[in-house]
């Protein structure tokens, strides 16, 4: 029997991944699905599993927060709609790294791969050679340049780099440029536009925020687990989450 963890915020990325395992002739039990960091580290503290699908922004944080905490014996499979985070999935058990949306035949590679790991001794050098290829794949991805902008008068473009934040708010998403001004833009969620940016650049410090490296002029303490950003030519100070903090620090220093 093999056991598996599942941990996702998302309903349908849930019920995708129990469909595919429901299609693979072998003996699985589903120990938990479980979408937080907090009850995935109270889980994984007094249970062993063979495998662990595991999405990497939850409820109320970064997974990699997790394999910080907990000791974990088992391969991770990532399922996840951003690139970016990769690296962080091979520095702990991570052995593949599925896109959303992913497909069946991506997610037969990954049971395959994990199948491989189990019946032999792990193989660290292939896992080396797997992160130095998906590096290359990664580096050689084109990020957006600019922004399409329409409005009831005109169409017209926002480069990238003169975005000094994306703001959500209510469903509604803005852009504020270097000089402060705002714009409306065409797309409902921060997702959809943070996984079209370049990660060396933008970074999303809560749910509502999406950053430009470039215009934070100084960063100052706001509380024990969060800070308060000041960007060039913006009204309001920008204040990073408790969850999303820690990330944040290793980030800007990059």
């Known amino acids: 029997m093999i056991k598996i963890l599942i941990i996702e915020d998302e309903i349908p990325a849930r019920n995708k991944i129990k469909r595919f395992l429901a299609e693979i002739e072998a003996s699985i039990e589903i120990s938990a699905e479980i979408d937080t960091v907090e009850k995935s580290i109270s889980f994984l ?10 999405d990497v922004k939850l409820l109320d944080g970064n997974s990699f927060e997790i394999y910080t905490q907990v000791s974990i014996n088992c391969p991770i499979i ?3 709609a951003y690139d970016h985070f990769w690296m962080n999935a091979f520095e702990t058990n991570g052995i593949a790294y599925l896109l ?3 497909s069946k035949g991506s997610f037969q590679k990954a049971w395959d791969k994990f199948l491989l790991f189990r019946s032999e001794p792990v193989n660290h050098n292939a896992i080396a050679n797997f992160a130095a290829i998906l590096e290359e794949k990664f580096a050689q991805k084109a990020f957006k340049k ?3 902008i329409s409005n009831h008068k005109n169409i017209y473009f926002l480069e990238t780099e003169n975005i000094s934040y994306f703001e959500a708010n ?22 959809e536009i943070e996984i079209f940016l370049n990660p060396a650049e933008f970074f999303r410090i809560n749910r509502s925020d999406l950053v430009n490296k470039k215009y934070i002029e100084k960063i100052e303490r706001y509380s024990k ?20 903090t820690a990330s944040f620090r290793e980030w800007i220093e990059k």
């Open 45 to 54: 503290e007094s249970n062993a599993v063979d495998l662990i699908f595991s």
């Open 78 to 80: 990532f399922t996840t």
């Open 100 to 102: 959303k949306p992913f």
């Open 146 to 148: 600019r922004i399409t």
């Open 170 to 191: 209510e469903g509604v998403i803005f852009a504020f440029d270097c000089m402060g001004k705002k714009h409306l833009l065409n797309e409902s969620t921060l997702k």
């Open 225 to 244: 687990n969060s800070l308060l950003l000041h960007l060039k030519n913006a009204e309001k100070k920008l204040q990073t989450s408790q969850s999303n």
